[in-house]
């Protein structure tokens, strides 16, 4: 059964399902221009304080966005085709609208998720470092969007200087009237605090992220509210665990963060990129970011690329740009030139990586990556060259969930330790062959049945790595088995 799962399907074929997920016109073919940009600092090159980010156009016309009310910035949010930047694709405007439900008394919540613990990802903490007050203002006018009274930004506790700026910004915002009691003299109140993790992996999951802080807002037991919910992403509850001061550890659903979140009260966790753009997209108008990449994958995103390539760096690129001309327009190229590419990780350690063949002409955006059994992830872009030991490489990255897994769940628990060390044995070669698929169906075991994503980031690389370099696998068992039949031989003959 697992070979049948397993079997390839034709280059042919394959380029077929390019082709159709490909088929939607992509608005803006033409170069991002740097005007176009909504990252004007993120490189750090100019003044990060109040006065640079107010020369560059942040909190500029924030008190009308504002005082326009919660369903104009949703009405434009839905209509730019924003989608989460941390990783899910969720729809940001249908997210957001959650909160939108009869209030019962209750406080209302922002969360953002600013811990970024997945390797390769590497594009939130420029924000903070460099254009903090972009942040800020963002969780201002997502905040009016959701109705919140006040945001709470979990930031990794090893992101120092990060954290440092950040507070900073928040102080000059308090000072000048942006933010607090009549933000930006709207009439809105609105606070905004900082909280530093410990750096737990599965706290930058969502369902995590609520756990360490006090309860300083002291809440009454909310009252039975139903609401319906397509699904979301299963980790918010974790980070929410983390924030209220408990051990970060995903909790089940329901209740949904934004019926019962932190505190007990309606919440929405948001990554750090998709809350920055907010005010932009209110500000430029909808239809300006929906004018960037294809439909249901507009606008700009940043991009982390990382690993065997010239020039590594985060760069703001539009939607649907091919992966060729990511790497090739921003990073100089593949060590060795593109010839030398032996594979990519798209979206960051967690998804499926990609061979040579794929990576020629796919493009950088939610449903083509998905069409390739992969996906966009954070869009953390790790590039391997044929220099690389591909099969060693996916073993320290299941060595790397092992170490996060939170213990709570018997599939995570078990399943992950059980990848590693199979992994590890085919990095020597001492494996048989019918223990890759044994291993793939171990995958399945894992994949879908755990509280949080944790499993299934950690069953998606072994599965990418087994789907493509399968024959890789069996060549370094094929080889281990010949050396050590040599070895025996020469030792009975002596």
């Not at 010839?339 to 955006?365: E, F, Q, R, T, W």
Request: glycine share 10%; with cysteine.
């Amino acid at each position: 059964m697992a070979a049948v799962i397993l079997r390839a399907v034709s280059r042919g074929h394959a380029q077929q399902i390019r082709a159709v997920a490909c088929m939607t016109t992509i608005r803006h073919q033409s170069d991002l221009a740097d005007s176009d940009r909504i990252f004007q600092n993120l490189y750090g090159k100019h003044d990060w304080g109040l006065q640079g980010a107010m020369k560059r156009g942040v909190w500029y016309k924030t008190k009308e966005i504002v005082q326009k009310g919660d369903d104009f910035i949703l009405d434009e949010v839905k209509k730019s085709g924003l989608r989460g930047r941390g990783g899910a694709g969720f729809p940001s405007g249908l997210k957001w609208s959650f909160m939108k439900q009869p209030s019962d008394g209750q406080p209302k919540y922002l969360v953002v998720n600013a811990d970024e613990g997945e390797p390769g990802t590497c594009k939130d903490r420029e924000i903070m470092r460099h254009d903090p007050h972009m942040l800020i203002e963002g969780c201002l006018v997502a905040g009016r969007a959701m109705g919140a009274q006040a945001a709470y930004i979990y930031i990794r506790g090893e992101f120092f200087q990060e954290a440092s700026n950040l507070q900073y910004a928040i102080n000059e915002a308090y000072d000048a009237g942006l933010i607090g009691k009549n933000a930006c003299g709207s009439g809105y109140d609105f606070n905004v605090y900082l909280f530093r993790g410990a750096g737990a992996y599965i706290c930058g999951e969502e369902t995590m992220m609520i756990k360490y802080r006090q309860t300083r807002h002291i809440n009454p037991s909310r009252s039975s509210l139903t609401v319906k919910f397509v699904k979301v992403d299963t980790a918010v509850n974790a980070l929410i665990e983390s924030l209220e001061g408990k051990t970060g550890k995903p909790r089940l659903k329901p209740p949904f963060p934004a019926n019962i979140g932190l505190f007990g009260c309606p919440t929405t966790v948001a990554n750090v990129e998709t809350v920055a753009v907010a005010p932009t997209i209110c500000r430029r108008g909808s239809s300006w970011f929906a004018g960037y990449g294809r439909q249901r994958n507009e606008g700009t995103k940043l991009f982390a690329i990382s690993g065997n390539v010239n020039s590594p760096c985060v760069v703001e690129e539009r939607m649907s740009i091919p992966l060729r001309e990511l790497i090739e327009k921003h990073c100089g190229g593949v060590t060795g030139g593109w010839d030398n590419l032996l594979a990519v990780i798209p979206g960051g350690s967690s998804v499926p990586l990609l061979p040579k063949h794929i990576c020629d002409d796919v493009i950088m955006d939610f449903d083509a990556l998905a069409a390739e059994k992969s996906g966009l992830g954070t869009a953390a872009v790790i590039v391997m060259d044929k220099s690389q030991d591909i099969i060693e490489c996916i073993a320290r990255i299941s060595d790397f969930y092992v170490h996060e897994s939170c213990g709570q769940c018997t599939p995570c628990r078990e399943g992950t330790t059980w990848l590693a060390k199979v992994m590890h044995r085919f990095v020597r070669g001492d494996a048989d062959k019918n223990e890759i698929d044994m291993l793939y169906e171990l995958t399945k075991q894992i994949e879908g049945h755990t509280i949080c994503a944790l499993g299934d980031a950690a069953a998606w690389p072994v599965q990418g790595l087994i789907r493509h370099f399968r024959h890789e696998i069996e060549s370094r068992i094929e080889a281990y088995s010949k050396d050590k039949a040599g070895a025996i031989l020469d030792a009975v003959s002596a």
